[in-house]
């Protein structure tokens, strides 16, 4: 007789597999496809780079979590242990070489390395013209959002390429495609880390390192609230592009467990868009 079989992100279960052998009790996937490794996620204490690290926790990786302020890297990891799962965190402001020399120190003193990159953190101080746009404004979000995932990673290479399957995701962007009016700067940074993906992809392959890219839409988070309070541009938007419904967080961070899983071990180098529709039609 044919029983019905679930297949959970890589693993087999029968409808008899007791839930104990799946989650323990205290909420990790014991035998998760990303049991024991371990996942340093940038600008993770809230929206697209929390629900990254909850998720991959949730996969049974040991996650670090961080930020500028030390409360809200506490409150994120508190959130993480209520749950059961293994995280950790540190304050790292992305853009400052200290902090990145710091939060590289610990992992390396605490785990020996780390196994994926989730370079999140993201910033767009302007909202105006491209040619407006002042020197500082400039180096704030190229120093953000282009120099410090490449630098963070330089800094972890040595640790990375000795754990034999490291994965790397840059946190990109649609308006890096389809350039949103007044973001300029932004919009050029985040097309950037198109090409920063396609080159480190190239780099970093015979070192065993993959490296690809979470292309967001539309996602509810602090960081869009303007987009989601106007109304007009959320009904243009659902005209345009079709999907009914607005992006969560969450629906950013199951592919990027993906991407540091096994199953996906030959694939690099991608732009995977997340955002109910595709620019790329
Ligand atoms: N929300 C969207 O619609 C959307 C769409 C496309 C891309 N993105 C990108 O997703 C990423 C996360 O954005 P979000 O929407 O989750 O924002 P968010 O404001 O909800 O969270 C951003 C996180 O990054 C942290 N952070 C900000 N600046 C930092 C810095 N300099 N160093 C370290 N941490 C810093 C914040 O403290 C917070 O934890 C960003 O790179 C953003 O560009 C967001």
């Known amino acids: 007789m044919l029983r019905t079989l679930a297949f959970v992100h890589g693993v087999l279960f029968s409808p008899r597999t007791p839930p104990s052998v799946r989650m323990s009790s205290t909420g990790v996937d014991k035998k998760g496809v990303l049991a024991d490794k371990v996942a340093l996620i940038t600008g993770s204490t809230q929206g697209i780079g929390f629900a990254i690290a909850q998720r991959l926790a949730r996969d049974g990786a040991h996650v670090v979590v ?39 120190t610990m992992v390396a003193d605490q785990y020996g390395g780390v196994d994926f990159l989730i370079c999140a953190a993201g910033v767009n101080p302007l909202v105006g013209s491209t040619l407006g746009a002042s020197e500082q404004v400039w180096d704030k979000i190229l120093d953000v959002n282009v120099k410090s995932p490449a630098l963070l990673l330089a800094k972890l290479l040595p640790y990375m390429e000795k754990r034999g399957s490291s994965s790397v995701v840059l946190v990109s962007s649609v308006t890096g495609y389809v350039p949103v009016p007044k973001l300029g700067p932004y919009n050029i940074s985040k097309t950037a880390l198109l090409g920063l993906t396609k080159t480190l992809a190239v780099e970093l392959a015979p070192k065993g390192i993959r490296v690809n890219c ?19 541009f959320k009904k243009d938007f659902k005209n345009l592009y079709g999907m009914q419904r607005t992006g969560q967080p969450e629906d950013c961070a199951g592919i990027v467990s993906f991407l540091c899983s096994p199953d996906a071990s030959y694939i ?14």
């Open 66 to 104: 961080s930020s500028r302020k030390q409360e809200n890297v506490d409150q994120a990891v508190a959130l993480l242990k209520e749950e059961g799962l293994i995280a950790k965190g540190m304050v790292c402001h992305a853009g400052k070489a200290e902090d990145r020399d710091k939060l590289v």
């Open 268 to 281: 690099t180098g991608e732009n995977i868009i997340v955002a109910g529709f595709s620019p790329k039609l």
């Open 214 to 232: 979470l292309v967001p839409g539309l996602i509810k988070t602090d960081f869009s609230h303007i987009l989601h309070e106007d109304e007009a």
